[in-house]
């Protein structure tokens, strides 16, 4: 019952989010800009355009059984830098990858989707609440998204984002996506709707980079996703009560588009 008795005093402390602000620091926005880039030399070192080309050969023989069934292979992973941790004051990193496979699709239609920014609010809600492209210049887009996240608790934040694509060859396909914006909102889709100060808010979301990369293969096109999200740091003392609660919505949202994306393409390949 103590248990209990706490797990709702939390929730009730998340859903007051004036009372638990938190200020995105200088420190924590260079320690994540540093994982960041300790990520990319890690995606541009490897050999393996897909990650589970890379696993061992029982577990890419498993990955693949489970894409053939039309199931998303989804796991987290930690960049480290010289093998050691990289710090993030006052906040925390969630870092995940996952891949899908859209059979009887080609690549060519599944980047058109992801380009449909105009859509998306169409296509990935309810986790998109509203979609606009602010401008395209070649195979640069600059975009604004609502999102609404929901885990018991429901954060709306206003954000725009730069994407870059690259194909690498007729059959790859790449993507950067880094956030530039992103403010939370209260009271929104009311008359009271106001957003918060960027950097000071419940810090839920502060930061989003997502790289997707696209493969064509006889039987479809795999897609893989890895997202490097940057929320507040857990506040001391409910670090064992809130930090499962808080860090299974990043898992669930990648698993949601992955998911989400195979069903909006595969009916396009029958057309």
């Known amino acids: 019952m103590r248990r209990l008795a706490l797990f709702i005093l939390c929730l009730t402390a998340l859903g007051t989010r004036s009372a638990a602000a938190a200020d995105l620091e200088p420190k924590t926005v260079a320690a994540f800009d540093r994982y960041v880039r300790a990520t990319e030399a890690r995606m541009s070192a490897s050999t393996q355009f897909l990650w589970?080309?890379?696993?061992?050969?029982?577990?890419?023989?498993?990955?693949?059984?489970?894409?053939?069934?039309?199931?998303?292979?989804?796991?987290?992973?930690?960049?480290k830098e010289a093998g050691k941790d990289i710090d993030i004051p006052d906040?925390?990193?969630?870092?995940?990858?996952?891949?899908?496979?859209?059979?009887?699709?080609?690549?060519?239609?599944?980047?058109?989707?992801?380009?449909?920014?105009?859509?998306?609010?169409?296509?990935?809600?309810?986790?998109?609440?509203?979609?606009?492209?602010?401008?395209?210049?070649?195979?640069?887009?600059?975009v604004s998204l609502r999102f609404s996240m929901k885990k018991g608790i429901t954060v709306v934040v206003n954000s725009e984002h730069a994407a870059h694509f690259t194909r690498h060859a007729p059959d790859r396909v790449s993507s950067r996506i880094y956030s530039t914006r992103i403010a939370e909102v209260e009271a929104p889709d009311t008359p009271k709707e106001r957003e918060e100060p960027v950097g000071h808010d419940g810090g839920y979301l502060w930061r989003l980079n997502s790289y997707w990369r696209f493969q064509q293969r006889p039987e479809g096109v795999y897609i893989q996703c890895e997202s490097v999200t940057l929320t507040r740091g857990i506040p001391f003392g409910l670090a064992w009560l809130v930090r499962?609660?808080?860090?299974?919505?990043?898992?669930?949202?990648?698993?949601?588009?992955?998911?989400t994306t195979r069903k909006a393409l595969v009916p396009r390949a029958a057309k």
């Open 52 to 79: 589970t080309d890379s696993l061992p050969e029982p577990q890419r023989k498993t990955a693949a059984a489970t894409l053939g069934r039309g199931e998303f292979v989804i796991e987290p992973l930690t960049t």
């Open 91 to 142: 906040g925390i990193v969630h870092h995940w990858i996952g891949v899908v496979l859209a059979k009887g699709v080609t690549i060519d239609q599944a980047v058109a989707l992801l380009q449909d920014y105009d859509r998306h609010a169409d296509i990935y809600k309810p986790n998109v609440a509203r979609s606009k492209l602010l401008s395209r210049t070649g195979d640069d887009f600059t």
């Open 244 to 259: 499962p609660f808080v860090t299974t919505l990043p898992r669930e949202t990648l698993a949601f588009t992955l998911e």
